[in-house]
């Protein structure tokens, strides 16, 4: 079992920016070599979508289509850690952000922000976007 601890979330007016973090509590460095990780979101009354992900290896991302130019994924492998950092946020991005791993097919972001293969999830972090 995977521990996925996220924060960051929080309040914000349309246009401002956030930094979602996400680290595997209680593993060695490096653990998350093998594993895919990204964020997936739950926003009221919306189905569950794949915000972003990337690959074990960092060498290939996904973004959902209406957050490309906005946020940027990225990882630290020896810290078990990887963060989203948002801009220009509206009030479409308001949600639960879940950070999200698996193992299955780590060299595909795909795998898990689109076809919801996710094998660990976080607890989840609010993101409310309101003026």
């Known amino acids: 079992q995977v521990q996925l601890v996220e924060s960051g979330g929080g309040v914000v007016q349309p246009g401002g920016s956030l930094r979602l973090s996400c680290t595997a509590s209680?593993?060695?460095?490096?653990?998350?070599?093998?594993?895919?990780i990204g964020w997936v979101r739950e926003a009221p009354g919306e189905e569950r979508e794949g915000v972003s992900c990337?690959?074990?290896?960092?060498?290939?991302?996904y973004y959902l289509e209406s957050v490309k130019g906005r946020f940027n994924i990225s990882r630290y492998n020896t810290k078990n850690t990887v963060q989203l950092q948002m801009t220009n946020l509206n009030d479409e991005d308001t949600g639960t952000y879940y950070c999200?791993?698996?193992?299955?097919?780590?060299?595909?972001?795909?795998?898990?922000?689109?076809?919801?293969?996710?094998?660990?999830w976080g607890q989840g972090t609010l993101v409310t976007v309101s003026s």
């Open positions: 999200a791993s698996t193992s299955g097919d780590p060299s595909s972001p795909q795998f898990m922000c689109v076809h919801d293969k996710v094998e660990y």
């Open positions: 209680g593993r060695p460095p490096s653990f998350l070599n093998r594993y895919s």
């Open positions: 990337v690959s074990s290896n960092d060498d290939s991302t």
